[in-house]
């Protein structure tokens, strides 16, 4: 009979070290030795897409989309071919490939490519030839047989699609948290770990900040019910899982999108402004007509592209984030976190509502802070009424 198939993908930190990397080692050993076939994902080693990034940047501010991913591609191989040789020297049979030779095809849309196809000849053969295959997460090749990459924390969507592929039992992303949290625990000591989340509310999640996993291997997963689960590559656990169409949650989570710019455009230029952000694919986060400050909210980081065509325009910018609340009541949510934020001298900018969700704009230096009042009221007070709750009705 045929073995069932794993999908492990393993983060930066899970591989920043060649420690690490043996750690890495042993929980793919594991779950071969269990017996299935594992296929492994790796992200490149811990600050190492960054620091290629900034070596791009020191040549051009806008660097050639194409060299820029043959740059941010390599991150990602040195980690495979380090792995592959600590599977090699504790006795197990590994090869690693590129997307090239993992066949995974993605549209043309370098820097942010997404993924077409992927052709599992290889990596089957593989398999059944008793290795453990290693992919490079974060790359793909286009039409042309370039090289893309698939957006910063792309690595995520490499595994969830292969996992698809390959009709895999489940796809393991393994990272330095134990797990999906109500909000990330390094801002807010007290949020709490989620056993289980549905697939729409960390949609919203991913899709409003939250780093822990890429929006497209959410939206992958769930639209191919591929069976999901976020772990940590230290601690022994049974992480979260992903699972489940519809929210269950009145407040399931906060997410934060910290890196943001308000770009004060005159009212009249903020139409053109759109057009140009369509056609540069930068991200929008919202748009802003107050007749007192007008203005387009977009990623830091496309600043500098925005600059290369519209830098007459913009009359200031100033660094903010967005706060969004997660769950079924988070619509009716304004009026108090308004209330709740001024008591504290926060002021809100602008606020905004999608699927279940209420997405608050402030300034940057403020959103840790809001963001703890909030998981306060929302999450940890209504936690400690459910337990209240419970305690009661158990006698
Ligand atoms: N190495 C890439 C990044 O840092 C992709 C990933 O880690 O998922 O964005
Ligand atoms: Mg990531």
């Known amino acids: 009979m045929k073995k069932p198939v794993i999908v492990q993908k393993f983060g930066g930190t899970s591989v920043g070290t060649i420690d690490s990397i ?174 289980e989340i549905d697939f729409p509310s960390m949609e919203q999640m991913a899709s409003k900040g939250a ?38 949650r009145e407040v399931a989570g906060l997410a934060i999108n910290r890196h943001l710019l308000f770009i004060e455009i005159d009212e009249q230029f903020i139409v053109s402004a759109t057009t140009q952000c369509q056609m540069l694919g930068i991200n929008l986060f919202s748009v802003i007509k107050h007749p007192d400050r007008s203005g387009i909210v977009i990623e830091h980081e496309s600043i500098s592209k925005l600059d290369l065509v519209f830098s007459d325009k913009i009359r200031n910018s100033s660094e903010v984030s967005l706060l969004t609340v997660v769950g079924l009541r988070a619509k009716g949510l304004i009026k108090s976190s308004k209330q709740l934020l001024m008591e504290c001298d926060i002021n809100v900018v602008d606020h905004f509502l999608d699927n279940d969700s209420l997405t608050i704009l402030l300034s940057r230096d403020c959103v840790d802070n809001a963001a703890c009042m909030l998981h306060d009221a929302y999450i940890a007070q209504g936690q400690a009424f459910d337990d209240q709750k419970k305690h009661m009705l158990l006698g």
């Open 22 to 195: 043996y750690t890495v080692a042993k929980h793919v050993i594991n779950a071969k030795n269990q017996g299935n076939h594992v296929v492994v994902v790796v992200s490149a080693m811990s600050g190492e897409t960054n620091r290629l990034m900034s070596l791009a940047k020191q040549v051009d501010s806008v660097p050639n989309a194409r060299e820029l991913d043959v740059l941010l591609s390599a991150g990602e191989q040195v980690s495979m071919a380090l792995l592959a040789m600590a599977l090699d020297k504790l006795g197990h049979k590994a090869c690693s490939l590129t997307a090239s030779q993992a066949k995974i095809h993605t549209d043309n849309q370098h820097n942010d490519a997404t993924i077409k196809s992927i052709n599992t000849d290889t990596i089957e053969r593989l398999l059944t030839q008793n290795n453990i295959v290693i992919v490079a997460g974060f790359q793909g090749i286009n039409d042309n047989g370039d090289i893309t990459t698939l957006g910063r924390g792309g690595s995520d969507t490499s595994a969830v699609t292969l996992a698809g592929a390959l009709s895999a039992k489940e796809c393991q992303i393994f990272t330095d948290v134990d797990g999906i949290y109500t909000c990330d625990p390094r801002v807010v000591t007290n949020a709490k770990k989620l056993e």
């Open 211 to 248: 780093k822990v996993l890429h929006l497209p291997s959410v939206q992958y997963a769930w639209k191919h019910n591929v069976p999901l689960r976020v772990l940590s590559t230290f601690e022994v656990n049974s992480g979260s899982l992903i699972k489940g169409d519809s929210p269950t």
